[in-house]
């Protein structure tokens, strides 16, 4: 993937968990980042879009900020319902397309 | 509400093709970018491509070029996606999903996404 996401994290519930999207000039540098969560069976949902904006439904449990070529999503106090896979994605200016990253699943133990 | 309602589950033999239907509602069709993004079996998201109905473009990834065709008819607010000469590695699930206004001049949002198609290709 040109985006490059650790293939899993996994913490405890009411524990903190951080996901990282390494990218590059071409995309996450110039390019609104967003996140997306995918349950098993289901179509992915966004929950960031712009690098740190928040869908009206989605809870405030869930944050992102971006510094440079990568950017990062924050889920605190982590429920047993987040445990899914989540994805980055961006515009990429060099490519003329949207790329995403491999994924991470998030495991609550 | 914005959705996006795909048509059902297809199963093809190899070298076949197969169209795939995207039905929007609750938003003006004409307006915003559709993308579609396949997922193949246990992996992750890989982008297609994108139509504009504003200007009538179509981009498509490098990888889906030639093989893969995006239509649509604004007259019934649907998007269409063929695959053609399928082989057993083209089958995933096939996600349309609704992008930024199409006057923008970097597509950097995807926002709605439909349920999916899943393509099964087998002899």
């Known amino acids: 993937s040109v985006l490059t996401q650790p293939p899993s994290v996994s913490a405890a519930p009411g524990q903190n968990v951080t996901i990282s999207c390494a990218g590059s000039?071409?995309?996450?540098?110039?390019?609104?980042v967003s996140w997306f969560q995918q349950f098993p069976g289901t179509a992915p949902k966004l929950l960031i879009y712009?690098?740190?904006r928040r869908p009206s439904d989605i809870p405030d449990r869930f944050s992102a900020s971006k510094s440079g070529t990568s950017a990062t999503l924050d889920i605190t106090g982590l429920q047993t319902g987040d445990a899914a896979d989540y994805y980055c994605g961006t515009w990429d200016g060099t490519l003329g397309g949207w790329v995403f990253g491999g994924g991470t699943t998030v495991t609550v133990l | 509400q914005v959705q996006l309602v795909q048509s059902g589950a297809e199963v093809k033999k190899p070298g076949a093709s197969v169209k795939v239907s995207c039905k929007a509602s609750?938003?003006?069709?004409?307006?915003?970018?559709l993308h579609w993004v396949r997922q193949a079996p246990g992996q992750g998201l890989e982008w297609m491509g994108m139509?504009?109905?504003?200007?009538?473009?179509?981009t498509y990834a490098q990888k889906f070029q030639g093989s893969f065709t995006m239509t649509w008819d604004t007259s019934t607010s649907t998007g269409f996606m063929e695959l053609s000469s399928l082989r057993s590695e083209d089958a995933g699930v096939f996600y349309c999903?609704?992008?930024?206004?199409?006057?923008?001049?970097?597509?950097?949002?995807?926002?709605?996404w439909g349920q999916g198609t899943l393509v099964t290709v087998s002899s």
């Open positions: 712009d690098n740190t």
């Open positions: 609750g938003y003006t069709f004409s307006n915003f970018f």
């Open positions: 139509i504009n109905p504003v200007d009538g473009s179509m």
């Open positions: 999903a609704r992008g930024n206004m199409g006057v923008v001049s970097i597509p950097d949002l995807i926002d709605y």
């Open positions: 000039s071409s995309n996450v540098v110039y390019h609104y």
